[in-house]
Nanobody
Framework: QLQASGGGLVQAGGSLRVSCATS????????VGWFRQAPGKEREFVAA????????HYSDSVKGRFTISKDDSKNTVYLQMNSLTPQDTAVYYC????????????????WGQGTLVTVSS
């Protein structure tokens, strides 16, 4: 299971960290990704990390502003979001899957419930 948390309201230019706590099974061979969906838009890839390899991937829209990381001791993946803009407003979902094609939502098997991030201008 995946549990996303940490969303909230932040002003433009601010920072926020969302968390994805995993439980119920080991995700050591999985990629854990963050996706987001804004109102009226399709779900889009944000970032991903391969749990065992530690390799990270980012969309062009967040590269340099967002950082994905993991804490093995807490079985948790974090997404640190800096320099937020109103365009980052969305529900953020974490997902896990055995895949190297981390940008495709259809390649993920497990999804969290989502956490809302709102960036005010």
């Amino acid at each position: 299971q995946l549990q996303a948390s940490g969303g909230g309201l932040v002003q433009a230019g601010g920072s926020l960290r969302v968390s994805c706590a995993t439980s119920g099974r080991t995700f050591s061979g999985y990629a854990v990704g963050w996706f987001r969906q804004a109102p009226g838009k399709e779900r889009e890839f944000v970032a991903a990390v391969h749990w065992g390899l530690g390799s990270t991937h980012y969309s062009d829209s967040v590269k340099g502003r967002f950082t994905i990381s993991k804490d093995d001791s807490k079985n948790t993946v974090y997404l640190q979001m800096n320099s937020l803009t109103p365009q980052d407003t969305a529900v953020y979902y974490c997902a896990a899957g055995v895949t190297y094609n981390v940008r495709r939502a259809g390649h993920y098997d497990y999804w969290g419930q989502g956490t809302l991030v709102t960036v005010s201008s």
